[in-house]
């Protein structure tokens, strides 16, 4: 930084993310994922539900799927696995997963259909969630809430261009996330003591 350079600005705030929210977003992505199974007939398995909730650490979903035609088939399949974030915050996937099958209803023969590694490999691609869309309204809502004033004496303002998430933490009833804004933020001090009101600064990109 440059004697003449403003100094830089830097804002994080939390984002929390309830499961049945989390569930609804990756239920929209998984649904669209649509699989041709190993069959003559070369019927499909489709996604009809994920429903995300905490396992300790790890998060667990449990993956509703149907397949067509005459088969009807009709499973639930369980996984769990630790979150992780692409290098750009934008989607969470698990890693180190286990995948297990409920067995209600299920014949041994079909179990048997679905233990193909196609299958499998397809059933753990859909623990996924877009998190582009929230972030997006939350962008917005950042935006809304400028000025804003964290602690007396301390005001923030400008344009929130994009957030970026820069960490997660899994708690019994949401994922907490920790974002940070960039953009063109300014930060004005007018606290008594420390800078002379209307000394300001800062861009974030």
Request: proline share 7%; glycine share 8%.
């Amino acid at each position: 930084m440059t004697p003449d350079s403003p100094p830089a600005a830097s804002l994080t705030l939390p984002l929390r993310l309830p499961y049945s929210e989390l569930s609804r977003l990756g239920t929209a992505w998984a649904a669209e994922q649509v699989f041709a199974l190993p069959l003559p007939t070369a019927p499909t398995l489709r996604v009809t539900s994920v429903q995300l909730c905490a396992a300790g650490p790890r998060l667990k979903a449990a993956v509703s799927v149907q397949s067509s035609g005459l088969l009807g088939l009709r499973a639930t399949f369980d996984l769990s696995g630790t979150p992780v974030l692409d290098r750009a915050g934008q989607v969470l996937t698990l890693e180190d997963i286990t995948l297990t099958t409920r067995k209600e209803g299920l014949s041994g023969r079909l179990l048997g259909m679905l233990a193909d590694t196609r299958v499998t490999a397809y059933l753990t691609r859909l623990a996924r969630v877009e998190l582009g869309p929230r972030l997006a309204q939350a962008r917005a809502e950042a935006q809304n809430r400028l000025p804003f004033s964290p602690v007396d004496g301390v005001e923030v303002t400008g344009t929130v261009t994009q957030l970026m998430v820069a960490g997660l933490e899994v708690t019994p009833d949401a994922l907490l996330l920790t974002v940070r804004a960039g953009g063109e933020l300014h930060v004005t001090l007018k606290a008594a003591g420390l800078l002379p009101a209307n000394t300001s600064a800062g861009s974030l990109r």
